[in-house]
């Protein structure tokens, strides 16, 4: 059942329709609005600083990052990828691609990524919205009650 809940949050982000405070700013017509991520305000909220860079996030991000990392490690040790943070980037949010240009590599490999990645989504998804709801809580003295009655979409 949790993996249910975990695949429309990978598929958001692998899709781009996972709206990050970047792509709000990019589209709206107030050009007001700043880019820089609402949990720790160091630097823009982009899918890179989301998904691998933010402060706010690191506790619930490094142990399943580091299993990753691992995972991608042992793939660049035996195939063309450089093992970059983009590269990582690209393998958390679909490594089907690895095994289109790799079709010899280890399908369990790929399979644990997988696994890992939609675990590190949902994670940070759930975290940052959490965040998020109790910043909004503070900012605008409102209750949990208030923020599901109106959306907490509406407040922010």
Not at 77 to 102: A, P, R
Not at 136 to 146: A, S
């Amino acid at each position: 059942m949790q993996e249910a809940q975990r695949i429309p949050v990978k598929l958001r982000i692998a899709k781009g329709s996972y709206i990050l405070i970047a792509d709000r700013t990019r589209h709206s017509k107030n050009k007001g609005l700043l880019a820089t991520c609402p949990l720790c305000q160091t630097s823009d909220e982009t899918f890179e600083h989301f998904l691998l860079l933010c402060p706010a996030l690191s506790d619930q991000r490094n142990s399943i990052l580091n299993n990753t990392r691992l995972l991608h490690k042992k793939l660049s040790n035996h195939f063309k990828h450089n093992g970059s943070e983009v590269d990582l980037i690209q393998v958390i949010i679909d490594s089907s691609t690895i095994g289109l240009l790799e079709p010899d590599c280890d399908n369990s490999i790929l399979m644990d990524i997988e696994f890992q990645s939609r675990r590190l989504c949902f994670l940070l998804h759930t975290s940052r919205s959490k965040i998020l709801i109790i910043m909004i809580m503070i900012e605008n003295e409102v209750g949990l009650i208030d923020i599901l009655s109106v959306g907490y979409a509406t407040l922010y």
